[in-house]
C-alpha cells in the first residue's frame, strides 16, 4: 500500500467529517501544536491530536510521572513511574503514528523560555495546572499573535476558552486577577476526577482540530462551563476589555512578566 493511500485509509473517519474533508486533512498533517503540561489536560490532547493526524507536536514538561497522576494522565501507566513525562509523552505520540515530528523540551516554562517554546508553532495548548503559567501563557501568545487553547479543571468541573489574537478577548479579559487559593484551590489541594480531565483535554483537542480545520464555530469570545457533578453546561460570552493592559486599546504589558508578578500560585502537578 503507497504512503498516500495508507494516509486515506488511516484518517477516513476523519475525512469523512463534511466540515473536515481532505482538505481539512491535509491541514492537519502540515500543521503544529505545542501543548505546555503533559498532565491531566495535556494527555488526553496530546493522544486525540496525536490520533487526528497533526503533523508536528511540541511537549514541554518539566516533571516526572507520579503515582497520583495515574487516575487522570492517560498516557502513563505504573511503569513510567519516576521517568519524566517529556520522554514517555514522546514515546506514546510516536507509537500512535510513527510520522509525527515530536519535540520534546523538558523544561519549566517561564518569562525567559517562553517566546523561544512557543515560536514557530499554529496554536498552543495549555495543559498546564498553575495560574502563573496560565497568565504567562496568556502574555506570550497574545503578544506574540498565537493562538492559545485554554483550560482549567478541578473536583468534578472545568471550563474551557480559545484565545485568538486580534478576534477576541484574552484571559485576562476573563480574570484581571489571578484568583486565591481560597478562590481557586489546586488539583492536589481538592483533587480532581480524571474523567473530568479527560473531557476537557478532548474539548482542547476539538477546539485545534477545528481552529486548524476552519470547521465550526470555536469558543473565541466564549467560555463553556461544565459542572459534571450537576450536570450543568453553560457558555457564556466574554467581551474583549478594551483596558486590558495585554489586549486592549492601549497594552501596557509588551513582554511576559517575571514569576514574582504573577503573585503565589503555583500548583503542584
Not at 509525527?100 to 499554529?122: C, H, P, Q, R
Not at 468534578?156 to 478577548?169: D, N, T
Not at 457533578?229 to 489586549?247: G, Y
Request: glycine share 10%; hydrophobic share 40%.
Amino acid at each position: 500500500m503507497q504512503r498516500e493511500e495508507k494516509e486515506i485509509l488511516r484518517f477516513s473517519r476523519n475525512i469523512l467529517v463534511r466540515e473536515i474533508g481532505p482538505a481539512g486533512q491535509r491541514k492537519l498533517r502540515s500543521s503544529s501544536v505545542l501543548v505546555v503540561g503533559a498532565g491531566g489536560l495535556g494527555s488526553p490532547a496530546l493522544y486525540y491530536l496525536a490520533s487526528a493526524g497533526v503533523g508536528r507536536l511540541g511537549i514541554v514538561d518539566y516533571d516526572r510521572v507520579d503515582l497520583t497522576n495515574l487516575n487522570r494522565q492517560i498516557l502513563f501507566t505504573e511503569r513510567d513511574t519516576g521517568r519524566d513525562k517529556v520522554s514517555v509523552a514522546a514515546e506514546r505520540v510516536r507509537a500512535i503514528d510513527s510520522s509525527i515530528e515530536v519535540d520534546a523540551w523538558k523544561e519549566k516554562v517561564t518569562a525567559e523560555n517562553v517566546f523561544s517554546l512557543i515560536e514557530g508553532f499554529d496554536i498552543v495548548v495549555d495543559g498546564t495546572d498553575s495560574f502563573e503559567t496560565k497568565f504567562l501563557l496568556n502574555d506570550a501568545c497574545v503578544i506574540a499573535g498565537i493562538p492559545l487553547s485554554h483550560a482549567g479543571i478541578l473536583r468534578f468541573g472545568g471550563q474551557a476558552m480559545s484565545i485568538v489574537p486580534g478576534e477576541g478577548p484574552c484571559l485576562r479579559c476573563l480574570l484581571p486577577q489571578i484568583p486565591s487559593r481560597k478562590d481557586a484551590p489546586t488539583c492536589s489541594e481538592a483533587g480532581i476526577v480524571g474523567s473530568v480531565a479527560g473531557i476537557f483535554g478532548s474539548i482542547q483537542a476539538t477546539e485545534v482540530i477545528k481552529f486548524l480545520t476552519g470547521a465550526g464555530t470555536t469558543l473565541t469570545g466564549r467560555v463553556l462551563s461544565i459542572d459534571t457533578l450537576h450536570w450543568t453546561i453553560q457558555t457564556l460570552q466574554v467581551e474583549r476589555n478594551v483596558q486590558c493592559p495585554v489586549c486592549g486599546e492601549d497594552p501596557v504589558i509588551r513582554k511576559p512578566l517575571s514569576a514574582e508578578n504573577y503573585g503565589e500560585i503555583c500548583a503542584e502537578r
